[in-house]
C-alpha cells in the first residue's frame, strides 16, 4: 500500500481538528495566556527566538513575548491563526527545517510528539530541534504521560506514539540533551473532552505543585543543548 499524500493528509488533520477543538477556541487561548505568563514565561526572554513545534491552534506562540517567533505545522490552517509577525513553517517536522543551525533559543512544544507516526520521525525532530538551537538553548516538551491514561490515551485517533516522561528523556538524551526536569505529572490531561477547570484556578494549581501529583496527567521534560 503506497503511503497517504502529505495533501490528505492536511485535509483530514483540518477536519479532526476543527471537529474536535470546536467552540473551545477562546476558552483555550484564555487558559494559553495564563500558562505563558505564570509558568512557561520563566524560560524565555523577550531577546530570544522561539519555534512552537506543532503550533496547532498557536494558542502558545501567539501568547509568548520575544523577538522572534516561528510556528511549525502540517495543517495549513494554523497559519491563519497565527498574530502578524509569526514566521510558519508549513512541514513534516521530521524533515530538514528551513532554519540555520544556533538560530533558537526555545523550542516548545505541546501534546504533539504523540502524534508522530513512529520512532524513527520523532528522533529525527529531536536532532533537528537540537540543530537549530543556541548552545545552551532549550527543549521544553509537554503530552499526555501514558502510564496514567491507560485506554482513555488511545481515544483520539491521530495518537500513535505512547510517551512517559521516562521514554522522552531518554529519546532526548540520545539525541545529545542533557535532561534538566521530567515531571511525570503537570497539568490535567485535555481540554477536547469538554474538561474546563475556571479560569480563576489555573494560577493557584500553578503555583502548588504538590497539587499536580492528583490532577496532572501530562509530563514536562525539559533539555539542555
Not at 473551545?24 to 495566556?33: C, D, I
Not at 505568563?37 to 526572554?45: L, Q
Not at 529531536?126 to 488511545?154: D, H, Q, T, V
Request: net charge positive; aromatic share 14%.
Amino acid at each position: 500500500m503506497s503511503p497517504i499524500p502529505n495533501s490528505e493528509i492536511q485535509t483530514e488533520l483540518q477536519r479532526i481538528y476543527s471537529a474536535r477543538f470546536a467552540g473551545l477556541e477562546a476558552y483555550r487561548n484564555k487558559v494559553w495566556r495564563i500558562l505563558v505568563s505564570d509558568f512557561f514565561s520563566k524560560w524565555i526572554n523577550p531577546t530570544h527566538s522561539v519555534l512552537d513545534l506543532g503550533c496547532g491552534y498557536c494558542e502558545f506562540i501567539n501568547n509568548a513575548t520575544a523577538a522572534q517567533k516561528f510556528a511549525m505545522d502540517l495543517n495549513p490552517s494554523a497559519r491563519e491563526r497565527l498574530l502578524p509577525g509569526i514566521r510558519f513553517l508549513e512541514q513534516d517536522c521530521s524533515a530538514p527545517w528551513p532554519l540555520a543551525d544556533n538560530s533558537l533559543d526555545v523550542v516548545f512544544t505541546s501534546n504533539f510528539l504523540e502524534h508522530l507516526p513512529a520512532k524513527a520521525p520523532l528522533q529525527s525532530t529531536l536532532l533537528e530541534a537540537r540543530r537549530c538551537l543556541r548552545p545552551n538553548g532549550l527543549l521544553i516538551a509537554m503530552g499526555p504521560n501514558i502510564k496514567f491514561l491507560s485506554g482513555e490515551y488511545w481515544d483520539f485517533f491521530d495518537h500513535h506514539l505512547a510517551l512517559t516522561e521516562l521514554s522522552l528523556s531518554e529519546a532526548m538524551l540520545m539525541a545529545g540533551y542533557n535532561v534538566e526536569k521530567a515531571l511525570p505529572k503537570f497539568l490535567p490531561y485535555t481540554m477536547s473532552l469538554r474538561f474546563q477547570p475556571p479560569l480563576w484556578t489555573i494560577r493557584p494549581y500553578l503555583k502548588m505543585p504538590w497539587i499536580w501529583r492528583f490532577w496532572g496527567r501530562q509530563f514536562l521534560v525539559i533539555g539542555r543543548k
